[in-house]
């Protein structure tokens, strides 16, 4: 099966830009997750979605990122605008069921670079 | 608040060693702990998954084990070799139930 992919795989930007990030899940998967690692960070939780629903978005650092998963397949998130410490690896996962009993499947990540 | 640690932070050993790696979290409420791998630039790949109830976990030269009541886990890899080369992390599921807490991780490097 295909697994987890995200585009882009880099992206570098300005201050005060826009930038997108796609996921597409592994099919089937109905659990999606974003996390991300800034520079010399552990990896943390962003936000979850079971299906096209947004389970816990309580990692979301603040309202300038927005995800949405419509017809709950692919997923984007988006930084507008973005800003230097947004800078870091974003990570999408998926699994069939939730984290009590499923391993995750973590895609290759998208580096976001902030100029 | 759950805190996940892992010692050492790196560790480079010649091949053919068996070594251990450390993971402790702080509270011991957890539904499940995992153990994950990173090569550079690439995702995480899912190596064990133990639940709350059990004790240990293996996988060919991997075996995961955990202690729950005392907030420890450690991973052995039998027989090092250079592939195996990576990051690992540690990640415990607590508290709400659908978001993982990691680690920073233990890069590893093992040498020919």
């Known amino acids: 099966e295909a697994g987890v992919t995200q585009f882009p795989s880099h992206s570098v930007i300005e201050k005060g830009q826009t930038v997108t990030l796609r996921c597409d899940p592994i099919?089937?998967?109905?659990?999606l997750y974003w996390y991300r690692r800034v520079m010399g960070k552990e990896i943390k939780f962003l936000l979850h979605?079971?299906?096209?629903?947004?389970?816990?978005e309580s990692g979301m650092p603040n309202n300038r990122f927005l995800a949405e998963r419509t017809g709950g397949t692919y997923s984007t998130l988006k930084v507008q605008p973005a800003e230097l410490e947004d800078s870091g690896v974003y990570f999408c996962?998926?699994?069939?069921?939730?984290?009590?009993?499923?391993?995750?499947?973590f895609g290759n990540g998208t580096r976001l670079t902030v100029t | 608040k759950q805190e996940v640690t892992q010692i050492p932070a790196a560790l480079s050993v010649p091949e053919g060693e068996n070594l251990v790696l450390n993971c402790s979290f702080t509270?011991?409420?957890?539904?499940?702990l995992q153990w994950f791998r990173q090569d550079p630039g690439k995702g995480l790949t899912s190596l064990l998954l133990?639940?709350?109830?059990?004790r240990e976990q293996t996988s060919g030269r991997l075996n995961a084990s955990l202690d729950k009541s005392s907030g420890r886990s450690t991973l052995y890899i039998a027989a090092s070799q250079p592939g195996d080369s990576a990051t690992y992390l540690c990640?415990?599921?607590?508290?709400?139930?659908?978001?993982?807490?990691f680690g920073a991780g233990t890069r590893l490097a093992v040498h020919p």
């Open positions: 509270d011991s409420a957890i539904y499940n």
């Open positions: 996962a998926s699994s069939r069921g939730g984290h009590q009993s499923s391993p995750l499947h």
């Open positions: 990640a415990v599921v607590s508290g709400g139930y659908n978001k993982l807490i």
């Open positions: 133990i639940q709350s109830s059990q």
């Open positions: 099919s089937g998967h109905d659990n």
């Open positions: 979605f079971v299906k096209e629903s947004k389970q816990d």
